[in-house]
């Protein structure tokens, strides 16, 4: 069954959208598969990767998290006519037709909400979160992980009904050994 456009949701509750609100646009890696609420970070071409890379050695400068698919249409054409299709005149061409992802930095003042989490991970109020290495929110330990969030709320169902996490984004990157 094909996936739901709320099935990968990433929500800003608060403090966005702004002119404030610091975001970023940018293409995922070669065969990286992106979902709204992913944590990604660049890589050294600039392009998105899931996670922090591989164990951090890849990521370049500080986590984001997806506002949206990268299969999304507004994203990506992935057939049909294109504007370069003979005969084209009123061709679909996505928002973004070179493949453009948004996604808002983890230094922005602002309360999200992600779908986009590990399956074991139910963190109380406070609990300072990570990210693995397929994007999803983990439990995190300052210092010893970078963290990207600070949970400000239980694990409940958002406004699609389904399971998310409310958390305030931050960036400590971890202690280098």
Partial sequence: MPSQMNDHTLDALKGWPSPYAVDHVASAASGVTITAGNVVTLDTSGN????????????????MFAFQN???????????????AAGSANAWVPVS??????????????????????????????????????????????????????????KSDNSHGVSSIKFFPVWLPKTPA
């Fill in 48 to 63: 998105y990767v899931l996670g922090y890379g591989a164990s951090d050695v890849n990521a370049q400068g500080v986590a």
């Fill in 97 to 154: 037709p070179s493949g453009g992802i948004m996604a808002l930095v983890a230094t922005g003042a602002y309360e999200l909400e992600s779908t986009e989490f590990a399956a074991a991970f139910n963190p109380a109020i406070g609990s300072t979160m990570s990210a693995d290495d397929t994007g999803e929110l983990e439990a995190g330990t300052a210092y010893t992980d970078s963290i990207c969030g600070v949970v400000s709320a239980a």
């Fill in 70 to 84: 990268s299969s999304d249409p507004d994203v990506a054409n992935d057939g049909g006519l294109t504007s370069t």
